[in-house]
């Protein structure tokens, strides 16, 4: 017996969805509805294929500055000893509602200067959920971390499995603002296996406390670095901003042996933005004259900002 075309085409698709039937109730899935069947599969907008996926958890510490992190809530074990006192403040601190009493407790614990109080504030600072003990926290390590807290961090870091936890660290470093610790964040941002998050943060702190020895180390820094890595070390450098920095960002920008490059020279340049004393605006003047067109740009671009 022939069959016509048509009862062809329609014996073909009765036995195509036989056998797709079957192969879904072997598999042990549900059987599609006919709409599921007729309907076709969405198409990708141009703006879905380009959208940027998340960023892994070993993301540059910058670009991941500001976000939330949770903390591992875990609570530490109460210190003894005169370290409990500090451990107390910080259960009271994450035990109280938002409000004026939280936020003077918060103020009493940034205040702290006792080095011994270091290893209880980091403790905290890598575990707590709550975000005013956390900038507490900081506030305190900030002037007391020293060589061996950056130590006793990148120990923990290599440590640690969770990526809150290295994040947590990272920001710890990125805060210091003690210049003591000056040295000890050099050999960690210039450490060729040191973790990027904390070389990163390191060269963030560097910028903060902005002593001579760090504008030199940073301006060194992006002399040689790769081009990934130049804006960031140029956005780290543009925000230096301690009277400290001011002698070393002038003779940067004029140009002498640690600035050999425009490059590093008009970096420099966008740093003195940051002062407004008549002598940096003098130094500007002479760059908005300088034959390098990056430098003449910059120092144009800051003397026709409102004074």
């Not at 042990?28 to 599969?41: D, H, N, Y």
């Not at 020293?146 to 805060?175: H, P, Q, S, V």
Request: hydrophobic fraction near 50%; glycine fraction near 4%; avoid cysteine.
């Amino acid at each position: 017996m022939h069959l016509s075309l048509t009862k062809f085409v329609v014996a073909m698709a009765a036995l195509f969805a036989a056998v797709f039937f079957l192969a879904r109730f072997i598999a042990g899935g549900p059987a599609p509805t006919s709409a599921a069947l007729a309907a076709p599969a969405p198409v990708q907008t141009a703006a879905e294929e380009s959208e940027p996926a998340a960023p892994e958890p070993a993301v540059a510490f910058e670009q991941s500055a500001d976000r939330l992190t949770l903390g591992s809530g875990r609570v530490p074990e109460i210190p003894t000893g005169p370290l409990a006192r500090v451990d107390g403040m910080l259960r009271a601190l994450v035990a109280l509602p938002d409000g004026s009493e939280k936020q003077q407790l918060a103020g009493e614990i940034g205040a702290l200067r006792d080095r011994e109080a270091i290893p209880v504030l980091v403790d905290w600072a890598v575990i707590s959920p709550d975000r005013a003990l956390l900038r507490a926290a900081l506030d305190a390590l900030g002037p007391l971390a020293d060589a061996a807290t950056i130590a006793e961090i990148e120990r923990r870091f290599g440590a640690a499995f969770r990526a809150d936890d290295r994040y947590r660290l990272a920001k710890i470093i990125r805060n210091i603002t003690n210049p003591e610790a000056t040295p000890a964040l050099i050999a960690l941002a210039e450490k060729p296996d040191a973790p990027p998050q904390l070389s990163v943060a390191a060269t963030e702190a560097l910028a903060t406390i902005g002593s001579p020895v760090a504008v030199s180390t940073l301006l060194g820094r992006l002399a040689v670095a790769d081009p990934d890595d130049t804006s960031r070390l140029r956005t780290a450098i543009s925000r230096i901003d301690q009277p400290a920095a001011v002698s070393a960002l002038r003779f940067a920008a004029l140009g002498n042996k640690d600035t050999p490059s425009d490059e590093v020279r008009a970096a420099a340049v966008q740093a003195l933005a940051n002062f407004s004393d008549e002598e940096t605006r003098q130094v500007l003047v002479q760059l908005s004259a300088d034959a390098a067109p990056g430098v003449r740009t910059a120092a144009t671009e800051i003397l026709s900002r409102p004074r």
